[in-house]
């Protein structure tokens, strides 16, 4: 399973107006204009279904990049 791809699907289907260019493993929330509460619930739930995993509250709210949901991902899964 290639995890980093399959992340950077997560960030592309959640933000359609990102462009591979713009994209960074460490740009963090503040730098995405459209990033808002919804956006951070989307991210999520479509990492929650796409890894079979469940964040608690904290977690979540702790994801601030790309990185970070990588990361959080990673630790479920090992």
């Known amino acids: 399973m290639d995890?980093?791809?399959l992340v950077k699907d997560i960030f592309f289907e959640s933000f359609p107006t990102l462009s591979?260019?713009?994209?960074s493993w460490d740009k963090e929330q503040k730098d995405y204009e459209n990033w808002?509460?919804?956006a951070q619930l989307n991210l999520i739930t479509l990492a929650e279904?796409?890894?079979d995993i469940s964040f608690s509250l904290d977690e979540a709210i702790e994801i601030k990049?790309?990185?970070d949901l990588l990361n959080s991902i990673r630790s479920h899964l090992s």
Do not use: I, L
Request: no cysteine; proline share 0%.
């Open 3 to 5: 995890v980093e791809n």
């Open 20 to 23: 591979e260019s713009d994209f």
């Open 36 to 38: 808002d509460s919804f």
């Open 49 to 51: 279904a796409k890894f």
């Open 65 to 67: 990049s790309a990185n």
